[in-house]
């Protein structure tokens, strides 16, 4: 279908904003409770070259605390043309959080994702109705959609991939957080699907900030619903996964004995930062999703 005028072929245009509202029950987890009720801003980019006869994959970003949907991995591998670029190959939508009126159960007022408030998060309003209305306007592939993050964001994208993997309207094929986690608190964790999911997790062992070990929980799930030989981290079984970017190809590691449809990588840096890590994300990422040129049917 041809993109909105607002839309252009190489290009981010936005903001963009769409309502949503909802009611959080008067036990949720944040400190304001009750109905809500937001205008939520995102930022779409066409790959160069749009085809509209062509279902393309789509990646939904999230930034850090703070931040905008314009401060999000560009995807575009070390340099433009490389094979590890994947911004002309995908169309990308930069998501911002919410407004800090949302209460935040942990990080108030410093602009973070709603990702320690489970079920009743305003983000899963704001995904349903944004992923609907980008269905009526670009041609996307319901097989291929992803989501990454960095830091809050990366929370959201570990929850989303979570919450919403296999489902039959609003499916998430696979995740590509940098740091965040999935919360194991069960106040915090929202509903998860029992449907495997792909996922490429990066992270430094020591980050003070978000430690790795809420990753490895979130790998662990996904590795138990995708019914690998082992089912969790620490008995993991890995193969060196070459990413490219003048990055030693030991960086990135595949775990085996994993359903191929439904690949999971790891990128274990040593260090005690807590950072973006652009120089492995780029084109980590883009290599990653490069696996998914042929997907499965879905199942409900």
Known sequence: MPPPGAFKAGQTSGPQTIMTSGTKPANCADSSCGPWSYSREYFVTLPAGYDQTKAYPLVFEGPGCGGRGTDVYPLNGPATGNANNANNTVIRVGLTPPPNAIGHATNPNQGCFDDKEGDSSVDWVFYENLYDKLAGQICFDKNRVFATGNSSGAWFSNEVGCKYAGDAVHPIRG??????????????????????????????????????????????????????????????????????????????????????????????????????????????????????????????
């Open 175 to 300: 995740i590509m957080p940098n740091t965040g986690g999935l919360p194991s608190n069960p106040a915090w964790e929202p509903t998860c699907t029992n449907k495997p999911m792909a996922g490429m997790w990066v992270g430094e062992t020591m980050d003070p900030e978000n430690p790795f070990v809420n990753n490895e929980f979130a790998i662990t799930r996904a590795m138990t619903v995708n019914k690998c030989a082992q089912t969790t981290f620490t008995s993991r079984v890995e193969a060196n996964f070459p990413i490219g970017g003048n990055n030693a190809d030991t960086v990135c590691k595949k775990i085996q004995n994993c359903p191929d449809l439904y690949p999971l990588v790891v990128c274990l840096i040593p260090g005690n930062q807590h950072q973006s890590h652009a120089n492995v994300t780029n084109p980590g990422f883009g290599t990653f999703i490069s696996m998914f040129e042929k997907a499965p049917l879905l199942t409900p």
